[in-house]
Nanobody, 122 residues
Framework: QVQLAESGGGLVQAGDSLRLSCVAT????????VAWFRQAPGKEREFVAL????????VYEDSVKGRFTITREDPQNTVYLQMDSLKPEDTAVYYC???????????????WGRGTQVTVST
């Protein structure tokens, strides 16, 4: 079992930055692929970013490329999502998730946090 807990959300203005954190409880977290997803009101949950466990080849959803950066610090069992140049359309609940599979598909992720709200005002 892997328990995940997100933090760092909040209310910001367009153009501001936020850094989300996701802390895992399991010591073998380093062998899991970790991703961030988000769900805006009335919309499906969508993929945002992925950090594979075996190398540095990160993957991003097109709308966040160049603005968001996913990093991980395995000794601290923590994954971060640095979000810069935030836009109102980034408003959503952000979730971190973990899986042993290498995928962007949410249904392949076994472990989820409860989410953290990000609200970007105009």
């Amino acid at each position: 079992q892997v328990q995940l807990a997100e933090s760092g959300g909040g209310l910001v203005q367009a153009g501001d930055s936020l850094r989300l954190s996701c802390v895992a409880t399991r010591s073998s977290f380093s062998i899991y692929n970790v991703a961030w997803f988000r769900q805006a009101p009335g919309k499906e949950r969508e993929f945002v970013a992925l950090f594979p466990w075996y190398d540095q080849t990160t993957v991003y959803e097109d709308s966040v490329k160049g603005r968001f950066t996913i990093t991980r610090e395995d000794p601290q069992n923590t994954v971060y999502l640095q979000m810069d140049s935030l836009k109102p359309e980034d408003t959503a609940v952000y979730y971190c998730a973990a899986t042993r599979s290498l995928t962007k598909h949410q249904y392949s992720y076994n472990y989820w946090g409860r989410g953290t709200q990000v609200t970007v005002s105009t």
